[in-house]
């Protein structure tokens, strides 16, 4: 049996990722702008929604190297666990690896490197073509 006072603050939290699904959030930015239309929610009912939407499988949780600036991205479909994340310094925007070119990576740092990186877990970052086309128009 489902509490529905329980459950509207996670529909909010998917609702605020689902808008923002290129980009990814500390818990801190998400209570920001949730909070801006639900004034009673707090911290501690965010984190538990989001380890819940976590366990469900619909959010991707990236550790930093800080626990404390954990963030946190929608998955659009299950391959975002598979797959390499490209994040614009930017405009925040996150571009998604596709398999065959991830796994060519994959396989071309474990050759060279004798390292098995964990793409669930790893952003790579530097100016998407957008911004870098802003940059040159000035
Ligand atoms: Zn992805
Ligand atoms: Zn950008």
Do not use: W
């Amino acid at each position: 049996m489902q509490n529905k006072y329980n459950t509207k603050p996670k529909e909010q939290i998917l609702e605020f990722l689902k808008n923002h699904k290129n980009k990814r959030f500390t818990v801190n930015e998400m209570y920001e702008s949730i909070r801006l239309e639900n004034s009673n929610i707090n911290l501690s009912t965010i984190y538990r929604n989001i380890n819940s939407l976590i366990e469900e499988g619909v959010l991707l949780k990236h550790q930093g190297n800080d626990s404390k600036c954990a963030t946190y991205q929608y998955i659009e479909n299950e391959d975002c666990l598979a797959h390499f994340h490209f994040e614009c310094i930017k405009c925040g925007r996150v571009s998604h690896l596709g398999a065959k070119e991830t796994n060519d990576f994959l396989k071309m740092i474990k050759r060279t490197m004798f390292f098995e990186v964990e793409p669930q877990n790893t952003y790579i970052r530097g100016i998407c073509n957008n911004c870098k086309n802003v940059f040159i128009n000035f």
